[in-house]
């Protein structure tokens, strides 16, 4: 009875600080004429193994945090959890951030399911309803369906538009999802936010939507990446030379290509291995035979996911980072790689040239014969290498989350109504 006691304690301790925190915004508007509003956010991908938009997300929101903006920020996914479901993660931040989640304990008195389903459908928008929300910010395409009605104006983040230039690259679940949700979300946003230059050109070009409504802003360098950052340890088993490649291992991410390349660089004596980092993805068939049929086959090793803290010792390992991508919208790990002193070898083409800039080795991702080469020209000159390295870690230290940051503030600022108090775009 006790652990029954207490959860139903902490739910009405909730809803308390629910009717606190609206007083002090009237009060703070209605007394003080100071700017005060909150925005509800989707955190959903931290709920999940987390990859580039869970950490686009956990990064900016931290950065959010920690300035003093006028608004508050309501962090939403599932508000009750049910006993076997995963507790809920650390937030990334605590000064102006609050996140309701309540787990139902084991020993529950009434049953479960049933009052999970209750204070789903009922307790959970009714929450939301009473945090007055003035926005909803939603960082990856669109706000999942249980945060779209909380919040009088729609901000999203737009992270590229792969289901409508290359939609045979996409999973079709994924694709049919995007195909009807997204439209939606754009036609429905006050503001729109696009990660790169090229991703807004693609949402001008592929979908019609209007420059005016978009700002770019472009990701930052997540701190355990940077220069001087202590590190994890890697992973065991490592060759004691490779290249490395980290992405969902999927078509768009151009893998068989790179195993294509790695056969021409070993039969040109190249004696290290190949480590892929990540997780498998969808029409993998392709890619699993073209790493089966290596010549090399012992030399390629294959990681899975790879928990935050370990990558940065795997970028310093490696000779190169191989990141040929068909299409980014922005390219997280060429930033971590520049950032550790690895070269990348990298596209010319889609978002890729926009964050390497002058530090990155650009390649036709169509031919392994281009990658292989280019990684072979990389091998034979420890200047050129060396100089990569100098240009890669000035060239990361200069996409900062702060600013981006600051940049995203004011475009919630706009979408709540008040007048732009600083830069409301950051492009490096």
Known sequence: MYPTILFFAHLFRDLAGTFLARWRRFYRRAVFGEEAAAIAIDIFPFFEKMTGVGWYEWNLLAAMDRLDSGLEFNLYAHTFLAPD?????????????????????????????????????????????????????AP?????????????????????????????????????????????????????????????????????????????????????????????EPPAGLPERYMLVVSTIEPRKNVAAVVRAFNLLADWGYRGGLVLVGRWGWHTGGIRAEIDASPVRDRIVH??????????????G????????????????????????????TSGQSAMPEVAGPAGIYVDPTR?????????????DEQHRARLAELGRARASRFDWERAAAATTQVLRQAVGWAPGGDDEYRV
């Open 140 to 232: 990856n395409f669109f706000p999942h369906r249980t945060q779209a009605p909380w919040g009088q104006s729609l901000v999203i983040t737009v992270h590229d538009l792969a289901f409508a230039v290359m939609p045979e690259t996409v999973a079709p679940e994924t694709l049919a999802e995007l195909a009807r949700r997204l439209p939606r979300a754009l036609f429905a946003s006050e503001r729109i936010i696009a990660v790169s230059e090229a991703t807004r050109q693609d949402l001008i070009a592929h979908l019609g939507v209007s420059p005016r409504r978009i700002h770019v802003i472009h990701e930052g360098l997540d701190p355990r990446f940077a220069a001087g950052a202590a590190g994890g």
């Open 85 to 137: 479901e995963p507790a809920p993660p650390a937030m990334p931040g605590s000064r102006h951030m609050r996140a309701r989640v309540h787990q139902i304990p084991a020993r529950f008195w009434l049953p479960v399911r049933p009052t999970l389903a209750l204070l789903r459908t009922f307790a959970e928008p009714l929450l939301r309803w009473l945090d007055g929300n003035d926005a909803v910010f």
């Open 368 to 380: 392994p014969q281009s990658i292989a080469s280019a990684v072979e020209a990389l091998l034979s």
């Open 303 to 316: 990681l899975d996911y790879v928990e935050r803290d370990a990558l940065p010792a795997l970028y310093r």
């Open 318 to 345: 490696a000779d190169a980072l191989l990141f040929p991508s068909l299409m980014e919208g922005f390219g997280l790990p060429i930033l971590e790689a520049m950032a550790c002193g690895t070269p990348v070898v």
